[in-house]
C-alpha cells in the first residue's frame, strides 16, 4: 500500500538520525576549566554568634587610663578606681582648714596663759623710793623679762605656723591622706604606681600650694580651682600634676 508524497518530503529521505554529519559535544563535567565557588553558608540557625572583642578588652590598662571618661581611672596596683569629686575634696580641705586652727587656737591660748602666770610670778614693782641704782636695775629687770616673753610668744607662733605648714605636707607625704580627706574617704597616691606620694611628692605638691600663697593669697585660690581646668577627666590640678599624683575614692 502506497502513500501520497511528502510536500514537505518530495523524494521521500528519511531524516538523518540525530546529530548526523554534525560533532556532538558533551557538557563539560562539573568543576572542569573552571574553579568552582562554594556558596557562601549563611550563619547557623540556633548557634550563638561570636560578637568581636570591644576595643581594650581583655587587655592591661595603662596608668592614668580613663574608663570611658565617666570618672573612674585604672591605677597601677590599684586597678580600677573612682576620681574624687571636687565637692568631696572641697569638704576635705574646708575640715583640714577647722582642725589647724582648733589646734593654733588652744596652743595659743595655752600658751599665753602659761607665759602670763610666770610673768606674774616675775613681776617687780619698781618703787621710786628704791635706792637708784636698785630702782634702775629693777627696770632692767622688767624690760628683760618683757623681751623674753615676747620672744617666747613668737616663737610659739612660728611653731604653731610650721605645725600648719608640715600638716599638709607630712600627712600627704607619709599617709595620703589629712584629718579632713581621711574623713570624707578620699586619699592621694601617685598616678604610676598607686602608691603613697612620698616626703618628696607631698613637698612638691605642697610648694605649689605655698607659690600660690605667696601671690597674695589669690594664688593659693587659683590653685585650688584648678582641678576645674583639667580636660583629661582626672581632676588634677596643677598641684597634682607637679607631684604626679590624683585623689581617688578611697
Known amino acids: 500500500m502506497s502513500y501520497p508524497p511528502d510536500p514537505n518530503n518530495p523524494y521521500g529521505q528519511q531524516p538523518p538520525p540525530p546529530g548526523y554529519g554534525y560533532p556532538q559535544q558533551a557538557p563539560p563535567p562539573a568543576g572542569y576549566g573552571y574553579p568552582q565557588q562554594a556558596p557562601p553558608q549563611q550563619p547557623g540557625y540556633g548557634y550563638a554568634q561570636q560578637v568581636p572583642p570591644q576595643a581594650g578588652y581583655g587587655y592591661p590598662q595603662m596608668p592614668g587610663t580613663i574608663q570611658a571618661n565617666n570618672g573612674y581611672i585604672a591605677i597601677p596596683n590599684l586597678g580600677t578606681v573612682q576620681v574624687a569629686t571636687m565637692g568631696r575634696r572641697l569638704a576635705a580641705r574646708i575640715l583640714d582648714s577647722i582642725v589647724v586652727w582648733v589646734f593654733i587656737t588652744i596652743a595659743l591660748f595655752a600658751g599665753a596663759a602659761g607665759l602670763g602666770g610666770l610673768a606674774k610670778d616675775k613681776v617687780e614693782t619698781c618703787s621710786i623710793d628704791l635706792p637708784q641704782?636698785?630702782?634702775?636695775?629693777?627696770?632692767?629687770?622688767?624690760?628683760?623679762?618683757?623681751?623674753?616673753?615676747?620672744?617666747?610668744?613668737?616663737?610659739?607662733?612660728?611653731?604653731?605656723?610650721?605645725?600648719?605648714?608640715?600638716?599638709?605636707?607630712?600627712?600627704?607625704?607619709?599617709?595620703?591622706?589629712?584629718?579632713?580627706?581621711?574623713?570624707m574617704g578620699v586619699r592621694v597616691v601617685r598616678e604610676h604606681d598607686g602608691q603613697h606620694p612620698g616626703i618628696g611628692g607631698g613637698f612638691m605638691r605642697f610648694l605649689v600650694q605655698i607659690g600660690g600663697y605667696l601671690a597674695c593669697g589669690i594664688?593659693?585660690?587659683?590653685?585650688?580651682?584648678?582641678?576645674?581646668?583639667?580636660?583629661?577627666?582626672?581632676?588634677?590640678?596643677?598641684?597634682?600634676?607637679?607631684?604626679?599624683?590624683?585623689?581617688?575614692?578611697r
Open 133 to 183: 641704782a636698785d630702782y634702775e636695775a629693777c627696770l632692767h629687770r622688767q624690760e628683760q623679762l618683757g623681751v623674753n616673753y615676747g620672744l617666747a610668744f613668737l616663737g610659739l607662733l612660728a611653731m604653731l605656723m610650721v605645725f600648719s605648714l608640715l600638716y599638709e605636707w607630712l600627712m600627704i607625704g607619709l599617709a595620703g591622706a589629712t584629718i579632713g580627706k581621711m574623713a
Open 219 to 249: 594664688g593659693l585660690l587659683v590653685v585650688f580651682l584648678s582641678p576645674f581646668f583639667d580636660n583629661s577627666g582626672k581632676l588634677q590640678g596643677w598641684h597634682d600634676r607637679a607631684a604626679g599624683t590624683v585623689v581617688v575614692r
